[in-house]
């Protein structure tokens, strides 16, 4: 693991908070151009030092950069708030990506920064229920397992499973655009339930399970497979929910379901 690297930002640059692309404002393109290419753990600081939100990638530089494109449109506040506070960026560079979601796992155990959701405490487990109705199928998370409930999932699994249901209804419906799919998946927690209309339930059901039983090569090479969407925003969109599969099926085990 290579030493700590740190970038802080100047006084004047920490004025800027309102115009667009902060980040680049904040430390300019070369900063983000000399990034390691490789796996590693990265570090956001607020002003006071305090450290606001830890992750990782299996390549720092195509992941701290796509911070800088962020937009009301299709992020979370919880995101804008975040990199309008960023001050200093940090990172270590890992020998693996499995070593880097190893890191980060420790890490935000231990330091709980408050911009993190996932990962941050060991709760209670869930059991996914899917209920199926002619073209509909209906999502229900629930905190007891029952009769045909998949689980348990990690009590992380609301921020998780919404990036496997929303790449397995790309792959159902690859016409549809951002607006198309339903409201509450693309919130960053999936709801308590959520009603899907697909063409094959009992195909999704099956692709389904065996991405929560830790198989995703298959859901990603099929996203692969997909013709490219139609606009920029759309294209940076579903390239950072293929990094989040990528992530999901380097973690060890990726989401631990229950034979």
Known sequence: ??????????????????????????????????????????????????????????????RLG??????????????????????????KECASAEEAVELES?????????????????????????????????LRLQREASSGSLGPLPPSSRYTLGTVVRALLRNDSPTWTLSDFPRGLMAPAIPLECRLQVSTPSNFVQALTKALAGDLAALLAELEALPPPATATEQTYWQEERERLEKLKASSPPLSLLS
Request: glycine share 6%.
């Open 1 to 62: 693991m290579s030493e700590q690297i740190t970038r802080a930002a100047s006084p004047r640059q920490l004025k800027l908070f309102n115009l667009e692309n902060p980040l680049t404002l904040r430390f300019g393109n070369d900063f983000f151009r000399s990034l390691p290419e490789g796996p590693g753990v990265y570090f956001f600081h607020g002003s006071n030092g305090r450290l606001l939100y830890i992750g990782q990638s299996s390549n720092l530089r195509a």
């Open 66 to 91: 796509s911070y800088r494109h962020v937009d009301p449109s299709r992020h979370p506040r919880r995101t804008l708030r975040l990199v309008a506070r960023v001050t200093r960026i940090e990172w």
């Open 106 to 138: 420790m890490l935000l155990l231990k330091h709980r920064p408050p911009f993190n959701r996932a990962g941050v405490w060991k709760g209670e487990p869930w059991w996914l229920l899917v209920e199926v109705e002619k073209s509909n199928l209906t």
